[in-house]
């Protein structure tokens, strides 16, 4: 594909991720369509990682063990979470997110492989030393979750001991971001992507959104 087809690829997954989204965000925001809506949860996931990790530059063995890593870690450590409380906090998973295992939905890892890789390839561009990189990063990925977290409560995604957020969860998302985002440049990985700003940006208007409107319906 030459660079020119690529980049008007690229452009038309982004507006793609836009309708999508809006979509889905109608969606949710609906009572009568929630539960439906809900149950496609763990499809949109696989789909929208799949059309990210299309747009990857080019691959190399090194990109795909550091990508299984951060998937993988990022399950064990949810499980971790789960069953003993001492990494994020007391939470426990519902139903939105499809089939669990030691109660952990398995495509949670695909999410830390998803959203690390946004992040990631966003500031990629940047000019910074790659710690730096790695830092901004990381707050940036905190706050998502921040974003997100209520959602995810209101959608049956997971739950929180006594309703209330932690901050030992945002200290372990902070923590967790810096170690796959310090991987992912260490291997000199080249995303190239540019689809990936496209839906990191549309997520956190998502979530964002859906943040605003759950509390009224």
């Known amino acids: ?17 836009v309708l999508y989204y809006l ?18 949860m763990p499809l949109s996931l696989l789909l929208s990682a799949a059309i ?9 063995s090194t990109d795909a063990i550091v990508l299984l890593f951060i998937a993988i870690t990022g399950y064990l450590i949810e499980v971790l979470g789960v069953l003993t409380g001492h990494v994020f906090g007391t939470y426990w998973y519902g139903s939105a ?11 949670i890892g695909l999410n830390w492989l998803m959203l690390t890789y946004c992040v990631y390839a966003i500031m990629e561009e940047t000019r910074l030393f790659w710690p730096l990189k790695a830092l901004a990063g990381g707050v940036l990925m905190v ?4 974003v997100m977290e209520p959602v995810a409560m209101r959608l049956d995604m997971w ?34 992507n540019r689809v990936a700003p496209w839906l990191f940006g549309v997520m956190l208007v998502f ?7 759950l509390r009224f319906l």
Request: no cysteine.
């Open 23 to 40: 979509v889905g965000f109608i969606g949710l925001s609906l009572p009568s369509t929630r539960g439906f809506f809900i149950s496609l």
């Open 159 to 192: 739950h929180w001991q006594g309703g209330v957020v932690p901050l030992q969860n945002y200290q372990a998302w902070l923590i967790i971001s810096l170690v796959f985002l310090a991987a992912m440049h260490l291997a000199r990985i080249k995303t190239g």
């Open 1 to 17: 594909m030459t660079t020119s087809k690529r980049s008007r690829a690229a452009r038309f997954a982004g507006y793609f991720f």
């Open 52 to 60: 990210l990790l299309f747009f990857h530059r080019k691959w190399h």
């Open 207 to 213: 979530f964002l959104a859906l943040n605003i409107t």
């Open 143 to 146: 706050v998502f979750d921040f």
């Open 97 to 107: 997110l499809g089939l669990k295992a030691f109660g952990t939905p398995l495509i």
